[in-house]
């Protein structure tokens, strides 16, 4: 079992460009999410899913796409990066009570 | 979901008990208390969680007031590993929302 992964690790991008993060599961949850972290704060969730097809708004959704194709996948977009932007991107699934989170993708914008 | 407070720090000598308070006062009869700690940049880790009666697991121990407006999570003999950011999240919906935490600075 890979548990939660997060595909790639660290990325610099220009402010405009965009990009798609890729978060997989290999352990059939149905429930997926998507957390910024900046710096000294706590988690703030993106967008979430509550199974195949299926997408949800969190806290702070603006300027963030989700697509939710397949069980194990959960892929966050952003079409046109900002400074703002600039934060550390964790994945995790549900099962039961439990959150299993990913190592993070960290995101700079210039 | 209801909002939870933690004081920002604390710390606490190696093999001492490490009591971490959360007030959650606005908590409603179906939402869950959570305990989760994010140690250095890696994913935050799951802890315990509990609704009324109090939980132990391996990890720790979670004491939930009577009135279910605050709770405790206690690590019984803390370690150096245990220096991390501590959060308390309440729950009834299909989304964890984190605060702040409080940091927990072990020291030997």
């Known amino acids: 079992n890979a548990g939660v992964t997060q595909t790639p690790k660290f990325r610099v991008l220009k402010t405009g460009q965009s990009m798609t993060l890729l978060c997989a599961q290999d352990?059939?949850?149905?429930?997926m999410y998507w957390y910024r972290q900046d710096p000294g704060m706590g988690l703030r969730l993106i967008h979430y899913?509550?199974?195949?097809?299926?997408?949800a708004k969190g806290e702070v959704p603006d300027g963030y796409n989700v697509s939710r194709l397949k069980k194990q996948n959960f892929l966050l977009g952003l079409e046109s990066a900002a400074p703002s932007q600039t934060s550390v991107y964790f994945c995790?699934?549900?099962?039961?009570?439990?959150?299993?989170f990913g190592p993070g993708t960290r995101l700079t914008v210039l | 979901d209801a909002k939870t407070t933690q004081p920002p720090s604390m710390d606490c000598a190696e093999g001492r008990a490490a009591n971490l308070p959360c007030n959650h006062s606005t908590i409603s009869g179906n939402e869950y208390v959570y305990w989760y700690r994010q140690i250095h940049s890696q994913g935050p880790q799951y802890i315990i969680h509990g609704l009324k009666n109090n939980e132990t697991n391996e990890m720790a121990s979670l004491i939930i007031t009577e009135d279910r407006k605050s709770s405790t999570l206690i690590l019984p003999h803390a370690t150096l590993r245990d220096t991390a950011v501590y959060y308390c999240?309440?729950?009834?919906?299909?989304?964890?929302?984190f605060g702040t935490g409080t940091r927990l600075q072990v020291f030997p």
């Open positions: 995790a699934s549900l099962r039961d009570n439990e959150q299993f």
């Open positions: 352990m059939n949850h149905e429930y």
């Open positions: 999240i309440v729950r009834n919906t299909d989304k964890l929302i």
């Open positions: 899913s509550v199974g195949e097809g299926t997408t």
